[in-house]
């Protein structure tokens, strides 16, 4: 194989109670990218289309991936990769567009060279591509694209991801105000120490909603989609973000709140329907005071990266 064309799927990190260990893929909203071997030596990323990105290799996340891939295999072979990028996720969303780009690169390359590393390997090289994008090597949105469905980062030194069951048959609604918010930003309003009692109320539910995905238990699932620690500070970023979350929760939503480090808010349903009715009724908050989004209703996406 010299060509591999692929779908880069958006991820929700967080999820409320999970703050840089819990994530779930989504799969009506994602990246494509094909990523081809070249006769020239290197990595090359020879288009981005839909967002005004680097093409330089070490500036642009993918390239970045790519790289950390390749040395770990010394890699000495007389040819390279050349890359290019269909952007449908906006940088700054809050969906994990730099962690699709990432991701997508090294499963692609991956599968180009035979498989010679394993999902987990892979995810340590995406990392490289997080670190660029906002400083840190955070694994909530590349594991989860990755692995497809949800996952805990039980550990980044050393790297374990631990892949969780999903509900059968769950939704999300997904609205994204049209604005931008730098993870880095995002990150940096967040205290460095919290309340104990904060703490205890942050990691029961973490507890519980593991424990939720593993009996399939709507209820408990939505009762432990509550975050005491990062939302209140993230979420004066957001326009009318309480105005959203009521609505959600008026229209049957079994939870909402800020997908990764924002603007974007998640919200989950039980059924196709119900995520329908959220639409409308988190639409018409930012129809109300004319700010822009876009929304999609999407499954979860239990398989993550597609070859198409
Ligand atoms: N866990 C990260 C954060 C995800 O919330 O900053 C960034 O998308």
């Known amino acids: 194989m010299d060509e591999i064309k692929i779908f880069a799927p958006a991820t929700v ?4 109670c999970g703050f840089d260990v819990l994530g779930c893929c989504l799969d009506a909203i994602g990246d494509e990218m094909i990523i081809r071997k070249s006769p020239a030596k290197g990595v090359k990323i020879t288009k981005i289309i839909g967002e005004n990105l680097p093409l330089e290799t070490d500036k642009n996340v993918a390239g970045v991936a790519a790289l950390a891939l390749l040395d770990k295999l010394n890699f000495n072979e007389n040819f390279g990769f050349e890359i290019e990028i269909y952007k449908n996720i906006k940088p700054g969303s809050g969906v994990g567009s730099s ?8 499963f692609a390359i991956n599968e180009l060279l035979g498989k010679p590393f394993t999902k987990l390997e892979l995810i340590e090289f995406a990392r490289e591509g997080e670190r660029l994008a906002c400083g840190s090597p955070i694994a909530d949105n590349v594991a989860p694209a990755i692995f497809g469905g949800f996952t805990l980062v039980k550990s980044t030194n050393p790297l374990k991801i631990i892949e969780l069951p999903t509900l059968k048959g769950l939704y999300a609604t997904i609205i994204h105000p049209q604005i ?15 309340e104990l009692s904060e703490a205890v109320k942050q990691w029961a539910n973490l507890g519980s909603l593991v424990h939720a995905l593993h009996t399939n238990d ?47 808010i998640f919200t989950f349903s039980k059924d196709k329907q119900i995520a329908k009715n959220v639409s409308v009724a988190i639409s018409e908050v930012y129809k109300k005071i004319d700010v822009p989004f876009h929304i999609y209703i999407t499954k979860i996406n239990t398989q993550g990266i597609k070859i198409l």
């Not at 990190?13 to 409320?16: D, K, R, V």
């Not at 995002?186 to 919290?194: D, E, G, T, V, W």
């Not at 209820?219 to 939302?231: A, G, M, P, R």
């Not at 959203?244 to 990764?260: E, F, M």
């Open 13 to 16: 990190a967080n999820i409320s």
């Open 99 to 106: 962690a699709a780009s990432a991701a997508g690169v090294v």
């Open 180 to 194: 931008e918010i730098k993870t880095e930003d995002s990150r940096s309003i967040l205290p460095s120490k919290i």
């Open 218 to 264: 709507y209820n408990l699932f939505s009762e432990s989609l509550t975050d005491y620690i990062v939302e209140p500070y993230r979420s004066k970023l957001i326009p009318d973000f309480d105005k959203v979350k009521n609505n959600a929760l008026q229209a049957g939503a079994l939870g909402c709140g800020i997908s990764g480090s924002g603007p974007s």
